[in-house]
Structures are given as C-alpha cells and as structure tokens.
C-alpha cells in the first residue's frame, strides 16, 4: 500500500511559482512511475505531468502541452518525494492538485492507469 500526502498548494498572483511536493509511504517508491494530475470545478482530472521509474539509463518525464515550458517534474527518491515546480502560473491553472502512483505503464497520462492517490492540494491563482 502506498500513502500519497501532497503540499505547497496556495494563492499566488498570476505569473508567480509555486512548487508542489508529494511525499510517499514505503520503501519501494523509486519502482514507481509518479504522475500530477489537476481538477478544476465543473471539469474533469486532466493530466498534468509524469515522472517514470528511476532506471540505470535515467528518469524519462512527460507533460502535458499545456504545461510544457511552465512545469517541471522531479523526484527525490531519497526523501521518497516528488515536485511540481510551476512557473509563469496562470488563472486558468487553478485546481486542486493530486499526485499519484503506478507502477506498469513507463509514461501513463490517463488517471485510471494510476493505482494510488494523494487528497489534493488547492492552487489558486488570481489575475
């Protein structure tokens, strides 16, 4: 069983950073491949960004377009924690934030493929 428990969320004023941790339960965190994924009211879970499996040959990321150039994606796998740095934010990236864990799929950006989830973390970003 793994426990997700994410922090950082807050108000920021658009153009700001935040950045977003998500500490996981376990010893057994580097085998999984780490996702963030957003929910604004009224919308459905969207894909945000994915760190793979630490592996001799490095950690592949991916992110979605509308976080490319803005977001970046890290691990630490010895403080069993993943980041979501988030820069140049804009209003319509408020939403709460949740991360998640799996660990079959080498790039998975659909959240049915994730197998454990944090409670979020609201982000607000006023203009």
């Known amino acids: 069983q793994v426990q997700l428990v994410e922090s950082g969320g807050g108000l920021v004023q658009a153009g700001g950073s935040l950045r977003l941790s998500c500490a996981s339960s376990?010893?057994?965190?580097?085998?999984?491949?780490m996702g963030w994924f957003r929910q604004a009211p009224g919308k459905e879970r969207e894909f945000v960004a994915t760190i793979g499996w630490s592996t001799w040959s490095g950690t592949k990321t991916y992110y979605a377009d509308s976080a490319k150039g803005r977001f970046t994606i890290s691990r630490d796998n010895a403080k069993n924690t993943v980041y979501l740095q988030m820069n140049s934010l804009k209003p319509e990236d408020t939403a709460v934030y949740y991360c998640?864990?799996?660990?079959?799929?080498?790039?998975?950006?659909?959240?049915?493929?994730?197998?454990?989830w944090g409670q979020g973390t609201q982000v607000t970003v006023s203009s």
């Open positions: 998640a864990a799996q660990s079959r799929i080498s790039r998975a950006t659909m959240a049915y493929e994730y197998d454990y």
């Open positions: 376990g010893r057994t965190f580097s085998s999984y491949a």
